[in-house]
Nanobody, 125 residues
Framework: VQLQAFGGGLVQAGGSLRLSCVAS????????MQWYRQVPGKQRELVAE??????????DSVKGRFTISTISRDNDKRTVYLQMNSLKPEDTAVYYC?????????????????WGQGTQVTVSS
């Protein structure tokens, strides 16, 4: 099972970026997918989350600017997007996705939370 994050980059304040988080492998269910961000010297903070019931939740600092998609399925992949609009310099961070998922490993079924690698988002003023 792999969890990969894509879409970071450098953008000017007021601009937009779309991050993608893709879970792939022998997955039988993804219960939720979340985006976190972290700046050096600070704790990782929850930005947005989406579950299989279509429920979403956002940090107050991004409400009205960020939108997390529902979890989509395409064969053995599950994807969630984070659309980030009206970006501010304080949104600069490494963004990580976290998936709560179930997958097959041989004859075993495993349910666990899995982190993806981070993707850097830099917003210039």
């Amino acid at each position: 099972v792999q969890l990969q994050a894509f879409g970071g980059g450098l953008v000017q304040a007021g601009g937009s970026l779309r991050l993608s988080c893709v879970a792939s492998g022998n997955i039988f269910s993804v219960y939720s997918m979340q985006w976190y961000r972290q700046v050096p010297g600070k704790q990782r903070e929850l930005v947005a989350e989406s579950d299989t019931g279509g429920n979403t939740n956002y940090a107050d600092s991004v409400k009205g600017r960020f939108t997390i998609s529902t979890i989509s399925r395409d064969n053995d992949k599950r994807t969630v997007y984070l659309q980030m609009n009206s970006l501010k310099p304080e949104d600069t961070a490494v963004y990580y996705c976290l998936a709560d998922l179930g997958y097959y490993s041989g004859s075993d079924t495993i349910v666990e939370k899995r982190w993806g690698q981070g993707t850097q988002v830099t917003v210039s003023s």
